[in-house]
């Protein structure tokens, strides 16, 4: 029996992070330390670096003596990484950036490897776990939750690229060994589970200091127990002491382990919230947000210093990593610690166009600088719009444009430098310099198409001040869009038709259905940060269902035509009681009171473009509320995908109705819901009728699959951290009841064929990082004055450039990155790339760069070398620009790339 004594730590929770720091390290840490002095036979775990770097920097003599017990073997460090990130949200380079920056920390502060990842506390985890794991240096995990089939303990864990990684289930969960005076009766249910004679147990819990007794305790009971032989040696152990134990004998033995396969994201055997995918809507797409800018400005900072002397980001973007790898928390993402915690994260989403949003506009007006030349002819004016995805786009893009007084008149039309194409655009907004002296700034929207991963430059055609003639401008006449109240559209071989009472649209082809939705449904939530919970179930819906009280009242139907966009804009208010509240299929409503619910719907399709764009503005003010929109499909199906880091995996379908069954609740620890998260997208399908749709959204993944209905979660109203205390303790949370403005974004793609075919995760990607436009002003003396300071490496752009692309459609590009140790320690001009295969079919890939290459080779995700790297990687290209590599399904590769400049 290997006893673990540990503590898991949360930065946040139920406490503040400097409360939690506190008692981590003046209670339990330096408790831990007494112990390891005075008890030969003690050791310890601790599990996250953020804890560390913050007693190196507070407790230096603390920290002192950690080093000297790690050094000893002691305390180990299990898990390692910056802190214990949720696994199931965040993308998966967050999830390698946890990994990276705290395994660099131990082995720069310590010396030391870190082998066992250590799971305790996360809600689940992806399917691309594994490979994450083993590609990051591990050889074991440790894990809580998730798994599917609780029938024994140790087992090796395949992900879907076929990585396996030899691990442990915790069937008493981590604080197993907790009641030392049960220490024999735990044992003989772990025993029950294990696969060798060798048993973990845990002990220990979240913030709880170590107890001084256990090495008496253990050596009491070892006395006790010496003359029978079925009894087991009870010993102290690290994880990977464990480890190293277990698979010593499964190879001297030769035991055949089992293996389980796919995500471990099952309530069967342990709890994995999957409703907290919803609990602070606000904070799933604020990090949504930041991270999408964050990937951004990394991709675009790597390109910088490739083309330019004088500037870069690295500072900023080191602190904002930092930032949002806090954020990726087990707690903090998920959002289910009390209100107070989430201050921080409230101030830098609120902020990001302060901070994350203008470096990232910064950087890019560098890039132009350094690679764009402009045209000579002075006060022209450009769009500059920058693609951060690795294939060709085509997208409506919106840009902002501010000119000096009496200088423009009209926007009248684009010239796209590279083709010399002329792009027409719609007028959004405008406004003037006073007693009609020009347009002061206007934004505009166009169709662009864009190179994979470079930009694209267009000329704005203006009327400029025209002497002896009137240049008032009518601005109500530039701003004019064609208003109408139809209800039928066509959009591409589809024809869209809405109810203009309810909002639902419904799209056909032909006489063929695809699908009926975009209904809100009101349901009620009686449950906490961690679960759903009703007893009503729905309480109003858009087409009627639900309580007959109340009732949606229509505010507003009006449709705006414009050049290229068609925007349909719906209003309605949820109103708790009508009168008359009988007889309503005869008798008129002549009251509407307490309306507690106001929603807008914005509806739009574009020429061109196959995509339906949804966003809907929630006001509410409504206590105990789940808000879902519904989206009904002419078939059923047994399964669905969805995305996943690094991905897409295949989920069962009506998972629902498992908990009406008397027998699955009795064996199961959580009531099976249904209900998934999803990373950008979800695509319901059914190969034989030839018929599917996908669903991308922004921030948003909370969604269930029911019967021919999807549902996606908006938010979860609730006021509790948890209802009943067996989640935590009873703390009153008013700021997760959602009383709050919110704006949702998803989109629809119909589509024949299965998600394969219709490229989801390409539109997932393509509608969560969207083109940037910057407007530039030309002027010649800058450009001249750029030149002689020698900001530039001589790369010039005219009109579009790609500076990277690959190919085919299924491997796509993860970061474009600088190395980690440091731009200045390694051969200049090298860059770490990563890609990977996300239809799960082996690819030839082709590597496209804007620069000769020197040399490349692959890496693990800790960006180290590979001992035995079986990956072969080739240059060729007529400059010796383009990488060929095989990938396997599902397969991630991280490679480094030296350029050569001197070609």
């Given at each position: 029996m290997h006893i673990v004594p540990h503590s898991h730590y949360d930065a946040i929770w139920i406490f503040s992070k400097e409360e939690n720091f506190d008692i981590n390290c003046n209670y339990i840490i330096k408790k831990a330390i007494e112990i390891l002095k005075a008890e030969k036979d003690f050791k310890f775990i601790i599990e996250q670096t953020y804890l560390l770097e913050n007693i190196e920097i507070s407790?230096?003599?603390?920290?002192?003596?950690?080093?000297?017990?790690?050094?000893?073997?002691?305390i180990e460090i299990a898990g390692g990484e910056y802190l214990m990130s949720d696994v199931m949200l965040p993308s998966g380079e967050v999830l390698i950036r946890e990994i990276l920056e705290g395994k660099r920390y131990v082995k720069e502060k310590f010396g030391k490897d870190v082998v066992v990842a250590w799971g305790a506390d996360e809600f689940g985890y992806n399917a691309q776990w594994p490979q994450i794991l083993k590609n990051s240096g591990y050889k074991y995990f440790a894990f809580r939750r998730g798994v599917a089939e609780p029938l024994i303990s140790e087992f090796y864990?395949?992900?879907?690229?076929?990585?396996?990684?030899?691990?442990?289930?915790?069937?008493?969960?981590?604080?197993?060994g907790l009641d030392l005076s049960l220490l024999h009766e735990t044992y003989e249910q772990l025993r029950r589970l294990s696969s060798t004679r060798h048993v973990l147990m845990p002990s220990g819990s979240g913030s709880t200091p170590p107890q001084p007794e256990l090495c008496d305790t253990i050596n009491k009971y070892n006395e006790s127990t010496k003359s029978k032989i079925e009894n087991p040696l009870m010993k102290i152990s690290t994880p990977a002491e464990f480890f190293m134990a277990l698979e010593r004998e499964i190879e001297e033995k030769n035991i055949k382990m089992s293996t389980k396969s796919g995500e471990m994201y099952s309530g069967k055997a342990s709890f994995v919230f999957p409703d907290s995918s919803s609990t602070r809507s606000w904070i799933k797409q604020g990090f949504k947000e930041y991270e999408t800018y964050l990937l951004q400005l990394e991709r675009w900072n790597t390109i910088l210093k490739l083309v330019s002397k004088n500037h870069d980001f690295d500072d900023e973007l080191k602190n904002y990593w930092k930032q949002a790898l806090f954020f990726a928390m087990h707690d903090?993402?998920?959002?289910?610690?009390?209100?107070?915690?989430?201050?921080?994260?409230?101030?830098?989403?609120?902020?990001?166009?302060?901070?994350?949003?203008?470096?990232?506009?910064?950087?890019?007006?560098?890039?132009?600088?350094?690679?764009?030349?402009?045209?000579e002819n002075d006060k022209e004016h450009f769009i500059l719009v920058f693609n951060s995805i690795s294939w060709e786009v085509k997208e409506w893009v919106e840009a902002t444009v501010t000119f000096d007084i009496d200088e423009a008149f009209d926007i009248m039309e684009l010239r796209s430098l590279s083709s010399n194409e002329i792009i027409d655009v719609e007028i959004l907004d405008l406004e003037l310099h006073e007693r009609d002296r020009g347009i002061k700034r206007v934004q505009i929207g166009f169709i662009a198409k864009l190179p994979s991963f470079g930009y694209s430059a267009y000329e704005i055609i203006y009327r400029k001040k025209e002497k002896g003639k009137n240049n008032t401008i009518d601005q109500s006449t530039l701003l004019a869009y064609p208003r109408s109240y139809e209800t039928r559209f066509n959009l591409d071989d589809f024809t869209l038709e809405i109810d203009a009472e309810t909002g639902?649209?419904?799209?056909?082809?032909?006489?063929?259905?695809?699908?009926?939705?975009?209904?809100?449904?009101?349901?009620?939530?009686?449950?906490?940060l961690y679960y759903h919970k009703d007893v009503t179930g729905i309480i109003k819906s858009e087409s009627g269902e639900?309580?007959?009280?109340?009732?949606?009242?229509?505010?507003?139907?009006?449709?705006?035509?414009?050049?290229?966009?068609?925007?349909?804009?719906?209003?309605?208010?949820?109103?708790?009681?009508?009168?008359?509240?009988?007889?309503?299929?005869k008798l008129p409503t002549i009251l509407y009171q307490h309306s507690f619910l106001t929603l807008r719907k914005e509806i739009s399709i574009y020429k061109g473009l196959s995509r339906i764009d949804c966003m809907t503005y929630v006001e509410n003010n409504h206590p105990h509320v789940r808000l879902r929109v519904k989206f009904d499909v002419p078939f059923k199906g047994y399964t669905y995908w969805t995305g996943t880091q690094f991905g897409a995996i295949q989920r069962?379908?009506?998972?629902?109705?498992?908990?009406?069954?008397?027998?699955?609740?009795?064996?199961?620890?959580?009531?099976?819901?249904?209900?998934?998260?999803?990373l950008e997208w979800i695509d319901f399908s059914n190969r034989k009728q030839d018929i599917g749709v996908t669903l991308v959204?922004?921030?948003?993944?909370?969604?269930?699959?029911?019967?021919?209905?999807?549902?996606?979660?908006?938010?979860?109203?609730?006021?509790?951290?948890?209802?009943?205390?067996?989640?935590?303790?009873c703390i009153a949370t008013p700021d997760a009841a959602e009383k709050r403005p919110y704006t949702f974004k998803y989109a629809l793609v119909p589509h024949t064929g299965d998600w394969r075919e219709a490229s989801s995760y390409k539109e997932g990607i393509a509608f969560n990082m969207k083109p940037i436009a910057i407007h530039r002003k030309s002027s010649g003396k800058q450009q001249k004055k750029n030149s002689l300071n020698g900001s530039s490496k001589g790369f010039k752009s005219s009109g579009s450039t790609s500076f990277l692309s690959i190919s085919p459609k299924n491997v796509l590009l993860s970061t474009l990155k600088l190395p980690q140790q440091g731009y200045q320690s390694i051969e200049r001009n090298t860059v770490i790339l990563r890609i990977y295969e996300t239809e799960g079919k082996t690819a030839q890939a082709t590597i496209s760069s804007h620069f000769p290459i020197k040399s490349a080779s692959v890496l693990n995700l800790l960006e180290e070398d590979k001992l035995d790297p079986k990956e072969e990687i080739s240059i060729d290209g007529p400059s010796n620009n383009l990488l060929n590599v095989v990938l396997n399904p599902f397969k991630i590769m991280t490679i480094r790339v030296v350029f050569d400049f001197d070609k």
């Open positions: 407790y230096p003599e603390l920290f002192s003596e950690i080093k000297r017990f790690v050094k000893d073997g002691r864990w395949k992900g879907i690229d076929g990585t396996s990684i030899l691990s442990h289930w915790m069937p008493l969960g981590y604080r197993a903090s993402l998920p959002g289910t610690g009390i209100d107070q915690v989430y201050e921080e994260m409230r101030s830098a989403f609120d902020k990001i166009e302060n901070t994350l949003k203008k470096t990232l506009s910064e950087c890019l007006n560098e890039v132009v600088n350094a690679t764009f030349e402009f045209e639902i649209f419904t799209l056909m082809k032909a006489d063929r259905l695809y699908f009926i939705g975009n209904e809100i449904r009101i349901e009620e939530e009686l449950g906490d639900g309580i007959p009280f109340g009732v949606f009242k229509k505010e507003k139907y009006i449709v705006l035509n414009g050049k290229i966009r068609t925007k349909i804009v719906f209003q309605n208010k949820y109103y708790a009681i009508r009168w008359p509240y009988r007889l309503n299929e069962p379908t009506n998972l629902f109705y498992l908990n009406k069954d008397p027998d699955v609740m009795k064996k199961w620890k959580e009531p099976p819901s249904g209900t998934f998260p999803s959204h922004f921030g948003i993944p909370s969604h269930e699959i029911r019967d021919n209905s999807l549902y996606l979660t908006l938010l979860r109203g609730v006021e509790t951290l948890s209802a009943d205390g067996t989640k935590g303790p």
